[in-house]
T-cell receptor, first 113, second 109 residues
Framework: DTGVSQDPRHKITKRGQNVTFRCDPISEHNRLYWYRQTLGQGPEFLTYFQNEAQLEKSRLLSDRFSAERPKGSFSTLEIQRTEQGDSAMYLC???????????FGAGSRLTVL | TQLLEQSPQFLSIQEGENLTVYCNSSSVFSSLQWYRQEPGEGPVLLVTVVTGGEVKKLKRLTFQFGDARKDSSLHITAAQPGDTGLYLC?????????FGAGTRLTVKP
């Protein structure tokens, strides 16, 4: 197992464009989380999935953001009509069952020009 | 507003010094984790504390969970440049994890 993989690692886009990030969790982990982290801050919770079900969404997740985990394996996070304020590191993490320990990917850094 | 307050926000010390960083909350957590994050990477778990009053040691790092399970501390003895990084605490709230803003530690050789 290679851990949690995120792609792309870096994305530079122009304001107004759509971007999509992918996360491949550890295979036996049924829970998958998305966080956003800006400079000087800790990770901020966005949403999480248990298998394919999206169980919670933060108020930070505006209607321009959508996340899916269609088969309960990999997940995608799409941001539509990007704004400069969306520039951040987007972190994916996974865990198994009720174990409150997260394994993080290396993150996808988004820069919106 | 962060659910977990970490202090200090920044800490710069010389190699060999000792330090303590803190994580405080008004909420009770079933467990609390400490992570370390290096630039351009995701956080990596250091330890989980579960029982109030629990003390765990990881080489030169000592973690303590408060008796009321609302706060925690991380003490590093004889800090080394390799300890440089962002130290994050995280608490389990319902089914998701909430993080503090972190303490950014720099250890100068």
């Amino acid at each position: 197992d290679t851990g949690v993989s995120q792609d792309p690692r870096h994305k530079i886009t122009k304001r107004g464009q759509n971007v999509t990030f992918r996360c491949d969790p550890i295979s036996e982990h049924n829970r998958l989380y998305w966080y956003r982290q800006t400079l000087g801050q800790g990770p901020e919770f966005l949403t999480y999935f248990q298998n394919e079900a999206q169980l919670e969404k933060s108020r930070l997740l505006s209607d321009r953001f959508s996340a899916e985990r269609p088969k309960g394996s990999f997940s995608t996070l799409e941001i539509q009509r990007t704004e400069q304020g969306d520039s951040a590191m987007y972190l994916c993490a996974s865990n198994r069952g009720r174990v409150h320990v997260l394994t993080f990917g290396a993150g996808s850094r988004l820069t919106v020009l | 507003t962060q659910l977990l307050e970490q202090s200090p926000q920044f800490l710069s010390i010389q190699e060999g010094e000792n330090l303590t960083v803190y994580c405080n909350s008004s909420s009770v957590f079933s467990s609390l984790q400490w992570y370390r994050q290096e630039p351009g990477e995701g956080p990596v778990l250091l330890v989980t504390v579960v029982t109030g009053g629990e003390v765990k040691k990881l080489k030169r790092l000592t973690f303590q969970f408060g008796d009321a399970r609302k706060d925690s501390s991380l003490h590093i003895t004889a800090a080394q440049p390799g300890d440089t990084g962002l130290y994050l605490c995280a608490g389990a709230e319902n089914n998701d994890m909430r993080f503090g803003a972190g303490t950014r530690l720099t250890v100068k050789p």
